[in-house]
């Protein structure tokens, strides 16, 4: 993915509001990333804010969390409604 790619699609799909190179996700939406590191999988979940830098970005999720990933490594974003906050699944 490209860094034009990726702030777009966190604006746009995800209702994200940019800064400069600092992009907010609200706390109503859910957003996931799916990395591919070599032959391993990453999944980065429950991402608050995104960090835009020239050559990588840097996720931030609600548990202060950071995660340093090359754009090319990131293959997908989820979007999902916010939870409740509580644990197990929503009816």
Do not use: W
């Amino acid at each position: 993915m490209t860094h034009k790619a990726l702030s777009e699609i966190l604006t746009k799909y995800g209702d994200a509001r940019q800064s400069g190179a600092r992009i907010e996700i609200p706390p109503r939406t859910e957003a996931t990333f799916y990395a591919a590191i070599g032959e391993e999988s990453l999944v980065v979940d429950k991402i608050r804010s995104v960090e835009l830098e020239q050559e990588f970005l840097v996720a931030t999720t609600t548990r202060n969390e950071r995660f340093v990933v090359l754009y090319e490594d990131v293959r997908a974003v989820r979007f999902g409604a916010g939870g409740s906050g509580a644990a197990g699944y929503d009816r």
